[in-house]
């Protein structure tokens, strides 16, 4: 195998969309946080500490606490090299991530658990699936009061027109929030209260059935446990990678990004499901990843950043071939180098 298509192999570019506030800029944060990209998260936001988080970088961002600018995050997870497209989810910005959501393989979408689907979510998922690109489903904010996780799957089904497989399921939620059963992986992961930013150690499970399951969450909590999951068993499909990477079934994960819960469970799973770059449909011809020739596509412009400068940046998606530094590009819409 040729060293240009093991390095395609071990990259994964996704973007995150999902309405304001539910938490996307703080799932970035976390992902590099686990991929240790950065050292501590900024979403602090005591008086004392002024940072504003990471994936935030320009003045009205801080002033609005929301996202605008597309930033490209990079970061490396078990041997491979992951891009975040971090996606403004203000609809005053919408234009911005239609574009970015043409450069992403994958996508994440994140769901508040208490406010459900939104407005801003259900036409940014419209636009993927237009483009058929692979969604996983992060449902947010487990620590606080929200909506009955099949309530939600209900919700995301017929709002979104997903077709949903939950891979991991909640044990109790807000003030009873016990942890997460990991499906994909089988086993529990519990979350413990002191200051509730410590993720407890997966205990794993060969069955379910399992009498030590009830000592550890207790016998009301593991008897719902059982009946979800036989639940789940006999209602929706079982998970397809295929299905997935056409764009025909979305998994679903539960946690709370704020607590740093669910967020690895999720991470794994995405670096096993999630596609590396594709095909990408130019005007003439199919281009795939593993020619030689280099081809790339601007997705953004940064203009502006220092006034004393006119500077502008683009942001290139690699599309085929290597990108050298230093060297003139034919800029095919105008002809020019």
Same mark, same amino acid.
């Not at 971090?86 to 043409?102: C, Q, S, V």
């Not at 995301?156 to 942890?179: A, H, N, R, Y």
């Not at 529990?188 to 399951?213: A, H, M, P, R, Y």
């Given at each position: 195998?040729?060293?240009?298509?093991?390095?395609?192999?071990?990259?994964?570019?996704?973007?995150?969309?999902?309405?304001?506030?539910?938490?996307?800029?703080?799932?970035?944060?976390?992902?590099?946080?686990?991929?240790?990209?950065?050292?501590?998260?900024?979403?602090?936001?005591?008086?004392?500490?002024?940072?504003?988080?990471?994936?935030?970088?320009?003045?009205?961002?801080?002033?609005?606490?929301?996202?605008?600018?597309?930033?490209?995050?990079?970061?490396? @997870?078990? *041997?491979?090299?992951?891009?975040?497209?971090?996606?403004?989810?203000?609809?005053?910005?919408?234009?911005?991530?239609?574009?970015?959501?043409?450069?992403?393989?994958?996508?994440?979408?994140?769901?508040?658990?208490?406010?459900?689907?939104?407005?801003?979510?259900?036409?940014?998922?419209?636009?993927?699936?237009?483009?058929?690109?692979?969604?996983?489903?992060?449902?947010?904010?487990?620590?606080?009061?929200?909506?009955?996780?099949?309530?939600?799957?209900?919700?995301?089904?017929?709002?979104?027109?997903?077709?949903?497989?939950?891979?991991?399921?909640?044990?109790?939620?807000?003030?009873?929030?016990?942890?997460? @059963?990991?499906?994909?992986?089988?086993?529990?992961?519990?979350?413990?209260?002191?200051?509730?930013?410590?993720?407890?150690?997966?205990?794993?499970?060969?069955?379910?059935?399992?009498?030590?399951?009830?000592?550890?969450?207790?016998?009301?909590?593991?008897?719902?446990?059982?009946?979800?999951?036989?639940?789940?068993?006999?209602? @929706?499909?079982?998970?397809?990678?295929? *299905? @997935?990477?056409?764009?025909?079934?979305?998994?679903?994960?539960?946690?709370?990004?704020?607590?740093?819960?669910?967020?690895?469970?999720?991470?794994?799973?995405?670096?096993?499901?999630?596609?590396?770059?594709?095909?990408?449909?130019?005007?003439?011809?199919?281009?795939?990843?593993?020619?030689?020739?280099?081809?790339?596509?601007?997705?953004?412009?940064?203009?502006?950043?220092?006034?004393?400068?006119?500077?502008?940046?683009?942001?290139?998606?690699?599309?085929?071939?290597?990108?050298?530094?230093?060297?003139?590009?034919?800029?095919?819409?105008?002809?020019?180098?």
């Amino acid at each position: 195998m040729s060293d240009l298509i093991k390095e395609i192999q071990k990259r994964k570019t996704f973007g995150i969309i999902s309405h304001p506030d539910a938490g996307k800029t703080t799932l970035t944060e976390k992902l590099l946080l686990f991929g240790g990209a950065i050292q501590e998260a900024g979403a602090v936001k005591s008086n004392k500490i002024k940072k504003g988080a990471t994936s935030d970088f320009m003045e009205i961002e801080r002033q609005r606490g929301i996202s605008v600018a597309t930033s490209v995050l990079a970061f490396e @997870y078990r *041997d491979h090299k992951i891009n975040i497209l971090d996606t403004p989810g203000h609809k005053d910005f919408a234009e911005d991530t239609y574009r970015t959501l043409t450069a992403v393989d994958s996508v994440i979408v994140v769901i508040d658990v208490a406010k459900g689907v939104e407005e801003q979510t259900e036409k940014l998922v419209q636009v993927c699936r237009m483009r058929n690109i692979p969604m996983l489903v992060f449902i947010n904010k487990l620590d606080r009061e929200g909506k009955d996780a099949f309530d939600l799957l209900d919700e995301v089904e017929q709002k979104l027109g997903l077709t949903v497989c939950p891979l991991s399921l909640p044990i109790g939620m807000g003030s009873d929030f016990q942890g997460i @059963y990991n499906i994909w992986e089988d086993n529990i992961q519990l979350f413990l209260e002191e200051k509730k930013q410590k993720v407890g150690d997966s205990i794993k499970f060969d069955d379910i059935n399992d009498t030590s399951i009830d000592d550890v969450i207790g016998e009301k909590a593991a008897k719902t446990l059982r009946e979800e999951l036989d639940l789940i068993q006999s209602v @929706y499909p079982e998970f397809n990678r295929e *299905d @997935y990477m056409n764009g025909d079934l979305q998994p679903v994960f539960f946690g709370s990004a704020l607590n740093n819960f669910g967020v690895r469970e999720l991470l794994n799973a995405f670096i096993d499901i999630a596609p590396m770059p594709q095909p990408k449909e130019s005007e003439t011809r199919l281009v795939k990843p593993e020619e030689e020739t280099f081809t790339g596509f601007v997705f953004k412009i940064h203009a502006n950043m220092d006034p004393k400068h006119r500077d502008r940046l683009a942001f290139v998606k690699i599309v085929s071939g290597t990108f050298k530094r230093n060297e003139n590009y034919l800029l095919v819409r105008e002809g020019k180098k």
